[in-house]
């Protein structure tokens, strides 16, 4: 019985020994992972149409308003906010627009449109976001009749 015994414990060291050379070698390397400043920005629901064509009498017509269109943006800079503007530089009628169920943002209360970029929402940085628009058409009797064509531009920008 000695002999099975000396050799259970040999084989057994000699396990342990052979693992414990195994555990001694290792290797390694550096994997750096960069984030470069990620600004991106969509509109969804494609162009939109708003014809005012109705009034109660004695009163200014009716406005038009629409809420097909959605803005989604992803930033990763800390200071990111979205801008709004018109190309049309002298609108006949009023064009109004509101972000509405925001969210990675704060939404500006409703914003007339100009030629002038105006801030839309404002702490978009680092977030993912979204936001249903909604586009609103005023007129006032006087202003008569006729179309103004926008092009709307929002933009992702440092703010």
């Not at 070698?25 to 550096?30: I, K, L, R, V």
């Not at 992803?74 to 906010?81: D, M, W």
């Not at 109004?96 to 940085?125: K, W, Y």
């Amino acid at each position: 019985m000695k002999p099975v015994v000396s050799i259970v414990v040999c084989a057994l060291l000699a396990a342990a020994l052979a693992s414990a050379a195994m555990a001694g070698q290792s290797a390694s390397h550096t994997v750096t992972v960069q984030v470069n400043a990620i600004n991106e920005i969509v509109l969804t629901g494609g162009d939109i149409a708003l014809t005012i064509n109705s009034a109660t009498a004695g009163q200014q017509p009716d406005p038009a308003t629409n809420m097909a269109c959605t803005l989604a943006w992803t930033a990763t800079p800390a200071n990111t906010k979205i801008t709004v503007a018109t190309s049309l530089a002298s609108p006949t009628f009023t064009l109004r627009i509101l972000a509405q169920s925001v969210t990675g943002g704060t939404a500006a209360p409703e914003v007339t449109l100009t030629s002038t970029a105006v801030d839309f929402i404002t702490g978009a940085g680092r977030t993912t976001g979204a936001c249903t628009l909604r586009y609103a058409a005023w007129v006032t009797a006087a202003q008569g009749t006729g179309t103004d064509v926008h092009t709307v531009t929002y933009t992702l920008t440092a703010g």
